[in-house]
C-alpha cells in the first residue's frame, strides 16, 4: 500500500519511512503541508500520518481541507498533545485515528491495520478467492492444505489483487501502489513480482492473468 508522511522531524520521519518499507509499504514524505497538499493532489494513498505542527502550518488545516473537499482516505494524527480536549477535536476534525509521540512502531502499525480495516469495511483480516486464503496477518496464501509464504511486496501485491478481483491493474498503478516516489523502478520489477505470486498460485483456481497492453488482473479458473 502506498502512505503519505507529514512530518518534519528528519529523524523520525526516516525511522517511520525505514518501518513501514520493510513490510513492503511505499512511503512518501513530506516535511510541510505545501508539500503535503502537492503530494495529495497529484497522487492517491491508502493512508496518510500526519504530524500536527508543522514549520509552514497546524496540520489541523490540512485535515480540515482535507476532509472539506471530500476526501475520504484515512487520516492517521501523530501528536505530542494528550489532553483528552486535543484528542476529540483531532477526531471532529475528521481524524480517523492518533497515535500520541513519542509512539511504539508496534502500536502505530497496528493502528495503521485497524483503520485500513475499518475503511475497506472488512471485520476479518483475511481475504478469500476461489478457494484461495490470504492472510495478512501471518503473510501467507493457503489452498489445499498448502501453505506459502510472502515477502513484504509480494504480500503488498496480492492485496491488491483480493481486493479487487477482477479488476485490471496497469503496470504503472501497481509500481505507484507499491514503491514510493523516491525509488527508481522499471515496469520490469512488477513483472518479476507478479511472476512469483503465479509460482505461489500454482496448482489452485486464483490466477492473475495478463491482459494484452492493460495489465493484469486476478481471475479464477472454471
Do not use: W
Amino acid at each position: 500500500m502506498r502512505f503519505l508522511l507529514v512530518e518534519d522531524n528528519a529523524q523520525l520521519a526516516r525511522a517511520v519511512c525505514e518501518r513501514f518499507a520493510l513490510d513492503g509499504h511505499a512511503v512518501d514524505h513530506a516535511a510541510g503541508l505545501i508539500d503535503a497538499s502537492a503530494f495529495v493532489d497529484t497522487t492517491d494513498y491508502n493512508l496518510i500520518l500526519l504530524d500536527i505542527m508543522l514549520p509552514d502550518g497546524d496540520g489541523r488545516d490540512f485535515l480540515a481541507r482535507h476532509r472539506l473537499a471530500k476526501n475520504k482516505t484515512p487520516v492517521i494524527v501523530l501528536t505530542a498533545r494528550s489532553q483528552v480536549s486535543d484528542r476529540i477535536t483531532l477526531l471532529d476534525l475528521g481524524a480517523d485515528d492518533y497515535v500520541t509521540k513519542p509512539f511504539d512502531f508496534a502500536e502505530l502499525e497496528a493502528r495503521c491495520r485497524a483503520v485500513l480495516r475499518r475503511q475497506g469495511g472488512a471485520a476479518q483480516n483475511r481475504l478469500e478467492f476461489a478457494g484461495v486464503i490470504l492472510d495478512p496477518q501471518e503473510a501467507t496464501l493457503i489452498a489445499n492444505d498448502n501453505i506459502q509464504n510472502l515477502r513484504n511486496r509480494e504480500l503488498r501485491l496480492v492485496e491488491i489483487f483480493f481486493a479487487a478481483p477482477a479488476q485490471i491493474f496497469s503496470k504503472n498503478h501497481l509500481i505507484d501502489r507499491l514503491f514510493s516516489l523516491s525509488e527508481d523502478v522499471s515496469e520490469n520489477a512488477i513483472e518479476v513480482y507478479v511472476g512469483r505470486i503465479r509460482k505461489k498460485l500454482a496448482g489452485t483456481r486464483a490466477e492473475i492473468e495478463t491482459v494484452r497492453s492493460l495489465g493484469y488482473r486476478l481471475v479464477a479458473r472454471p
